[in-house]
């Protein structure tokens, strides 16, 4: 059988896949089926999340039992088709063909070509040279990191962005990623003032609308505590107050997926700081990138430990790959970084130039913040994130962790927690919209999958029917109460995928669906909307870039190759105040034996060092 028939016949395909291969037999019948089946299979991988497809691990693609071609043949076969372009550099655009073949991965054109952007413009961003007399703010720097002598990486983070353009901070909630931005913006905001020069522009930005309130939030907090400090509130009045999402940032042009800001017309910020940066796909970030002016700097954000983004990508993780481990400081550096760190206060290994890689733009934040705290997550989130499956059901079952709970059996999160239920209820009891979606995050159910008994479809079937009455399987309604999840960007809107609003009537009694806005909330009539979905049960996917008071994570009854070990990770670590696992023991095992790892050529990008640059 065909190579494309036993993947039609697998049911692995989707009908985009599908009708791509059967354009290119149409246009050259004498294309052959290994050939067809590929491209098939590199339009499968960006639905997947990968940026290409490679032909010596299809199985990381492909979980059914078919008989692959040898990889070195394939690779042939697909470097000699007219429909695959094979370009000379790196750096050099693709042949206008459907498909690209590079460093051993097959793409779709387009994916191959956002790569090959994103790294030429991170590198072009990371070339650039700081300015900036930094003896000078030598005083405020001690204020603000009184330990920076003694190994703070947090001070050694906000001292790097003195001299680097491309910055990475990155570690887990709670290690101080946001305090430490707030402390490096005052620091650029000093510089920038002594040095006579205008004020600095500095835009906040993360994927989600959500994501950026929670940011915009922890950045208003820091700033208060360095009031409590002292620290010159001419200094402090000059941090931005907002955080937008980068689709605000960057400016939608109405149905298109085109921005206002790109290449020709920059963002007008001296500073671009995108929190959540592992939630950001390859698009995205390659159109970002771009965006960021010649001479401006752009700080990453995130959690190297969470699932990449649901699009294609696994953008933070191939350029933290570049990066290396976060330690790692060039000569140059630690030259002119003296006056504020001390001499090389970190086991650091010296950086020559930045000539492999990002090495030398990143650092890694280890020292978790939030002791005081009720939940007791740090122990666990680290059994999860290393794959410890022992150690991770050890402290499940040990019940020892405050205010983390194991229900090893339940497969069904209504039974087990009938609260629920009157949670959810109560939601449509609120006059105030902003309230009612407050208390909507007091308390979530989170799930692996989308489908099954324990996925979000099927139980917001099951609690749509409980709340309105409506048998399940009807028609949804927008019953008062019924919390509405975005399942699209819709740029007309202003409605992005993974936005969360509620239905409630306006003071008329007109059904209305509000979502959350900039200073307030934002009412649409619910037939209107966008793509939606009931959000009362969410995948974890879904979920990135919120938390939530309390979290319901239940697992499925079986494992599924859906399942890994930054899933659980991402899940647990949505919760605030308290955590439920719900899952067996054979499940959580075989979810934390699973990295959800994605195929990307950028790492390989990053690391060549292009000409000219
Ligand atoms: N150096 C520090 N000294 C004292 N408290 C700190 C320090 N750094 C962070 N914190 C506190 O730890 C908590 C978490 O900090 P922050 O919000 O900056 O972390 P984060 O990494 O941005 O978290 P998230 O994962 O939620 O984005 C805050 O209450 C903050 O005040």
Known sequence: MSLLRALQQAGVLRTLDDALANTLCRLDPSTPDDVLAAAALASLAVAHGHAGFDPASPALLVDAEIAWPQADAWLQQLAASRFVATPASPVEEADAAPLALENGLLYLRRYREYERRLALQLQRIAAHPMQGDIAAIAPLFAALFPEARDGDHQARAAALSLRRALLLVTGGPGTGKTTTIARLLVLRIAQALQAGNVPLRIALAAPTGRAADRMAESLRRATAQMAAQGIDPQLLAALPAQASTLHRLLGTVPDTPRFRHHADNPLPFDVVVVDEASMVDLPLMCKLSEAVADGAQLVLLGDPDQLPSVEAGDVLAAILAAAG???????????????????????????????????????????????????????????????????????????????????????????????????????????????????ANRLRLLTALREGAQGARGLNARIEAALSGRRIGSPPAWFPGRLLLVTENSYRHGLFNGDVGICLADEAGTPLAWFPGEGGVRAFHPAALPAHESAFAMTVHKAQGSEFDEVWLQLPRVDSRVLSRELVYTGMTRARSALHVAGSAEVIAAALGRHAGRVSGLGWRLGIKPQGL
């Open 325 to 439: 481990a976060g330690d790692a400081l060039s000569a140059d550096d630690a030259d002119a970084l003296h006056p504020l760190l001390g001499s090389m206060p970190f086991e650091s290994r010296p950086v020559d130039a930045d000539a492999d890689g990002l090495r030398g733009h990143r650092v890694h934040l280890q020292r978790g913040w939030r002791q005081d705290e009720a939940l007791q997550l740090a122990p666990l989130a680290e059994a999860v994130r290393n794959g410890d499956a022992r150690e991770a059901l050890a402290l499940l079952r040990s019940g020892r962790l405050a205010n983390v709970h194991f229900h090893e059996h339940a497969d069904d999160p209504l039974q087990a927690r009938p609260d629920l239920l009157g949670h959810f209820r109560t939601l449509a009891s609120h006059a105030d919209p902003a309230d009612a979606l407050r208390q």
